[in-house]
């Protein structure tokens, strides 16, 4: 309960307070209409709710992403571990290499000095040519060791070859019975009863060559047959093997029968 004398303080303190013709009264406080009335505070921050609804990856205020912020802690984490013998490092290591031990290079092959070559023999000097029947002279120095080799493995095939065939093979020359010769005849002689082969050549002065006409061999007896030409009888020689390597019989032409012996040449 307020005492009178206050209560009379008070109004004489107001009434000294207030300017002249004023007037004092209470004002009720005015309710804003729904039209007029401007929209409550938010109870928040708008921009802040926006950007909370939001992905994290399209976040504006954040510096790092989350993918960054993982791979700093787990630098962060590799450093701050201890270190542990024998543990496999999160990230290669160069270690240092143990050097190599090199070879020695091998040595050189030691130089192989060939022998000399012997000069080859000087071709003797001639005064003019040397003919094909002159034995005893050569147009060439004397045969060196691979000439003569060389010669002798021809002369080996040779006879290698020359065995292969049969005994008639080769030249044969056919004389009369005073010796004079008459044909020569060079024979193929395949072996093992193959056919009979050869050509002709008179040894007068015609000197006419030509094919034999036929051969025929049997047994001991060997019939040859030369045709000299259109027009002129055949030349037949019927032989017989007399002797080593020899053959004797006859020959018979337009000039009458006349013995004959045939060896090899």
Do not use: F, N, Y
């Given at each position: 309960?307020?005492?009178?004398?206050?209560?009379?303080?008070?109004?004489?303190?107001?009434?000294?307070?207030?300017?002249?013709g004023a007037q004092v009264f209470y004002e009720a406080p005015v309710t804003p209409s729904p039209e007029t009335a401007e929209p409550a505070e938010a109870a928040g921050d708008p921009i802040a709710d926006l950007l909370d609804a939001l992905p994290p990856d399209q976040s504006t205020d954040s510096a790092d992403s989350e993918e960054e912020v993982t791979v700093r802690?787990?630098?962060?984490a590799l450093l701050a571990a201890p270190f542990t013998p024998g543990a496999q490092p999160a990230a290669p290591v160069l270690l240092p290499q143990t050097p190599q031990a090199i070879a020695p290079a091998p040595a050189p092959a030691p130089t192989v000095t060939a022998a000399?070559?012997?000069p080859a023999p000087a071709r003797p000097t001639l005064d003019r040519p040397v003919m094909i029947d002159e034995f005893g002279r050569s147009p060439d120095g004397p045969?060196?060791?691979i000439?003569?080799?060389y010669e002798a493995r021809i002369r080996g095939s040779a006879s290698s070859?020359?065995?292969?065939?049969?005994?008639?093979?080769?030249?044969?020359?056919?004389r009369g019975p005073d010796g004079v010769a008459l044909y020569g005849l060079q024979?193929?002689?395949?072996?093992?009863?193959?056919?009979?082969?050869?050509?002709?050549?008179?040894?007068?002065?015609?000197?006419?060559?030509?094919?034999?006409?036929?051969?025929?061999?049997t047994g001991s007896m060997l019939i040859v047959r030369i045709n000299r030409g259109y027009g002129r009888p055949l030349t037949v020689l019927t032989l017989s093997a007399s002797g080593p390597g020899g053959w004797a019989g006859d020959l018979s032409d337009e000039t009458g029968t006349r013995a004959v012996t045939m060896r090899r040449n």
């Open positions: 309960m307020i005492r009178p004398g206050v209560l009379l303080l008070l109004l004489v303190t107001l009434t000294l307070a207030t300017p002249a802690q787990e630098q962060e000399p070559r012997r045969p060196t060791q000439d003569l080799g070859a020359q065995g292969l065939l049969g005994p008639l093979d080769g030249g044969w020359t056919v024979l193929v002689d395949k072996g093992s009863g193959g056919t009979l082969e050869g050509a002709w050549r008179a040894m007068g002065g015609s000197g006419r060559v030509g094919l034999i006409e036929s051969l025929e061999r």
